[in-house]
C-alpha cells in the first residue's frame, strides 16, 4: 500500500497524457494550422503544446524550424513546458539552433526555453551560446545557464567575465549593421544580419547577467572575477549544485 508521501509526489508530479488525448490534440492543430493567418496558426500551437506527449512534442518541434518566428517562438515556448520530457524537449530545441542563427529573437527564444527547461544535458550547448555575436542571444543563453545551475558552468562563466572585465577596461570601437536578402520568415523578406555591438557596449550588457548567473549557480555574491576567482579556489573541490 503506498503510503500518503507517495501518493502526494504522485499527485503532483507532471503526468504525459495519453495517446487519445495526443491524437485528438494533433487533429484540432492540423485543422486550426490550415489557417492563413500567422495570428491563427499561433493560437494553435499555443493549444496543442497544452498536451504533453512525445507525439505533440515531435509535431511541435517540427514547427521549430518551419513557418514565421512568431509561430517558431510559440512552438520553443510551448516546449519549454514540456518538463516530464524534458531531455527530448531540450534535444528538439537545441537542434533548430542553426536554423534560427539569422532570426535573432527565435534564436533567444530557444536559449530562454532550454533555461525554462532545466535540463543537464543542454549544458554544452548553453556554454556554447556565451559566443553568439548578437549580445541579446548571448545573454538568453547566459541567463539559461543560470537556470539550468550545473557547477559544470561556474569555469566557463568566470572565464567569461574575467575576458568581457578586461574588454570593459579596455574600451573598443563600434561594430556594423547591414541588411541582405532573406531565406527565412515569412516570404523571405530582406532581414538584419546578425552584427556586433561595440565590444564594451556588449561587455557591459553581458557582465551583470554573468554575475547574476554564477549567483543563480552557486547562491554567493561576487562583483568581479577577481571576486568570483578567489571564491572558486577555496570551494570547488568541495562544492555540489543545488540543483
Not at 518541434?61 to 520530457?85: C, M, Q
Not at 555574491?221 to 568570483?228: A, F, K, M, Q
Request: net charge neutral.
Amino acid at each position: 500500500m503506498m503510503t500518503a508521501a507517495i501518493l502526494l509526489v504522485l499527485a503532483s508530479a507532471p503526468a504525459v497524457q495519453d495517446d487519445k488525448a495526443a491524437e485528438e490534440a494533433i487533429d484540432a492543430f492540423k485543422t486550426a494550422y490550415k489557417s492563413t493567418s500567422e495570428a491563427d496558426r499561433v493560437a494553435a500551437v499555443n493549444e496543442l503544446a497544452k498536451v504533453h506527449h512525445a507525439k505533440t512534442l515531435n509535431r511541435l518541434a517540427a514547427l521549430l524550424t518551419g513557418d514565421g518566428p512568431s509561430v517558431r517562438l510559440a512552438a520553443a515556448k510551448g516546449i519549454a513546458g514540456f518538463s516530464e520530457l524534458k531531455r527530448p524537449a531540450a534535444s528538439a530545441l537545441s537542434g533548430a539552433m542553426g536554423a534560427n542563427a539569422r532570426e535573432t529573437t527565435v534564436h533567444a527564444g530557444l536559449y530562454e526555453a532550454l533555461g525554462k527547461l532545466e535540463e543537464p544535458s543542454s549544458i554544452p550547448v548553453l556554454h556554447r551560446g556565451f559566443d553568439e555575436k548578437e549580445t541579446v542571444v548571448a545573454k538568453a543563453a547566459v541567463q539559461a545557464t543560470g537556470q539550468v545551475g550545473s557547477a559544470s558552468s561556474i569555469d566557463p562563466l568566470i572565464a567569461l567575465l574575467t575576458k568581457l572585465e578586461k574588454i570593459q577596461k579596455a574600451g573598443a570601437g563600434g561594430g556594423v549593421d547591414f541588411t541582405t536578402p532573406g531565406t527565412g520568415g515569412v516570404g523571405g523578406q530582406n532581414f538584419t544580419v546578425r552584427s556586433d555591438d561595440s565590444p564594451a557596449k556588449r561587455a557591459a550588457e553581458l557582465i551583470p547577467i554573468i554575475n547574476k548567473a554564477l549567483t543563480d549557480i552557486t547562491r554567493e555574491s561576487n562583483g568581479s572575477s577577481e571576486t568570483w576567482n578567489a571564491w572558486w579556489a577555496k570551494n570547488k573541490a568541495t562544492f555540489k549544485s543545488f540543483k
